[in-house]
């Protein structure tokens, strides 16, 4: 998360939030976000019922949930989704923010 933390000005600067789920308890991720001083919200999923929401997979021989990127619009429609194939499969900033610059692209394209 802390390369999340290094470009978010980048990531609000295109009018794009940043959302972490996490799988712990609320009091741990309310710790971790306060600790790390991270500037975007981390919403607590210890049911698992938004990682299920988005499908994100679950894999015990690579311990546990597999990370997952899921870019929504303002409609909250999924317009672009990495599903990891390993823990380390984590899309950089700059690819994520590539994908971020032609999703709006699009969208201006199409609301002229």
Known sequence: MAQLRQDYAQ???RNTE???ICPEELADVQAYW???????????DPSHAVADR?????NLLKLGRVPELVILDRDGVVRYQHNAAWM???PTNRAVLGIV???NAEGAAQNP
């Open 54 to 58: 988005y499908g994100q997979e679950v």
């Open 18 to 20: 940043i959302l972490v």
């Open 101 to 103: 610059d032609s999703l």
């Open 88 to 90: 380390n499969d984590i």
């Open 34 to 44: 306060q600790r790390e001083s991270l500037p975007f919200p981390g919403l607590a």
């Open 11 to 13: 990531f609000t600067a």
